[in-house]
C-alpha cells in the first residue's frame, strides 16, 4: 500500500505542468547564475573557483527549490483536491508520507541537477571568459550545497502542509529567506539559529559557532518541529 501511495503522488506530480516547468527554470537558473558570475569575475579580474561560482548561485537557485517544496501540497489545497486524495487514500499518515516522500524525490532531483548543471556552467564559463580559477577549497561543499537546497524544499513542504494553502505558504518561506532571515543577521548574532542560516553552514562555513554538522541539527530541529505542526493538523483536522 505504501508503495502504490508513492507511486501514485509521484505519478500527479509527473503529470503537473507547474512541476516540470519548476524543474526546468530552477535548474536554468543555475546554469544562467554561474555563468554570468564567471563573466563577472573574469571581468573584474577576481581570482575565483569553480566551487565558489556554484555556491554563489546557490541563494538564486533556492527560490525555485522553495517552489518545488510548496507546490506538492499546497496545489491540491487551493484546488481541494485535498478530498479526493483522502478518499483514495483513508489513511491519513500513509496518504502524508507517501505526499512527503514524493516531494523529497522531487526536491532531492532539482538540488542535485541544478548543482550539477550549474557546475558544468561555471566550469565551462570559467574557461571561456579565462577567469583566473584558483585551487578549489573543500569540493565536498558541493555536496553541502545538495543537502541545504533539499532542507529548504522540505521545510517548504512542511509549511504548505501545516499552513493548507498555496500562496501563504510560498509567501511565508520567501519572506524568511529573502526578508526576515538577510535583515535580522544584520541586527543580531542570535540569526543564526534560523533554519536557513543554519541549514547553509552545510555548503558556508561562515559561522563562528555552528559548525555544518551543528548547523544541520538545527535546521533538522526546525524542520521535525514544524512537520509535527503540519502532521498533526493533516491527520487530525478536517482538510
Known amino acids: 500500500m505504501g508503495t502504490r501511495v508513492l507511486a501514485a503522488e509521484l505519478d500527479k506530480l509527473r503529470t503537473l505542468p507547474v512541476i516540470g516547468f519548476t524543474m526546468v527554470g530552477t535548474v536554468l537558473t543555475g546554469v544562467v547564475i554561474a555563468a554570468a558570475l564567471a563573466a563577472s569575475a573574469a571581468a573584474q579580474g577576481t581570482p575565483s573557483t569553480v566551487v565558489e561560482l556554484v555556491l554563489a548561485a546557490v541563494p538564486f537557485v533556492q527560490v525555485g527549490i522553495i517552489l518545488l517544496g510548496v507546490l506538492p501540497a499546497g496545489h491540491e489545497y487551493d484546488g481541494r483536491q485535498i478530498a479526493t486524495t483522502l478518499v483514495a487514500v483513508p489513511d491519513r499518515a500513509r496518504a502524508l508520507a507517501g505526499k512527503t516522500m514524493a516531494t523529497v524525490a522531487v526536491v532531492g532531483a532539482g538540488a542535485a541537477l541544478s548543482i550539477g548543471a550549474a557546475h558544468a556552467s561555471a566550469a565551462i564559463a570559467a574557461g571561456v571568459t579565462e577567469v583566473t580559477l584558483t585551487a578549489d577549497r573543500a569540493p565536498w561543499r558541493l555536496a ?8 529548504i524544499g522540505l521545510l517548504a513542504h512542511a509549511v504548505a502542509v501545516a499552513v493548507r494553502h498555496l500562496v501563504p505558504a510560498l509567501v511565508a518561506m520567501l519572506g524568511l529567506m529573502v526578508i526576515i532571515s538577510p535583515v535580522a543577521a544584520g541586527l543580531t548574532e542570535h540569526a543564526r539559529w534560523l533554519p536557513d542560516r543554519a541549514a547553509s553552514q552545510l555548503y558556508a562555513d561562515t559561522d563562528a559557532l555552528l559548525t555544518g554538522a551543528s ?9 521535525a518541529a514544524i512537520g509535527t505542526l503540519a502532521a498533526f493538523r493533516f491527520i487530525r483536522l478536517d482538510p
Request: charged share 0%; hydrophobic share 80%.
Open 144 to 151: 553541502g550545497a545538495i543537502a541545504y537546497l533539499a532542507v
Open 215 to 223: 548547523g544541520a541539527l538545527v535546521a533538522v530541529a526546525w524542520l
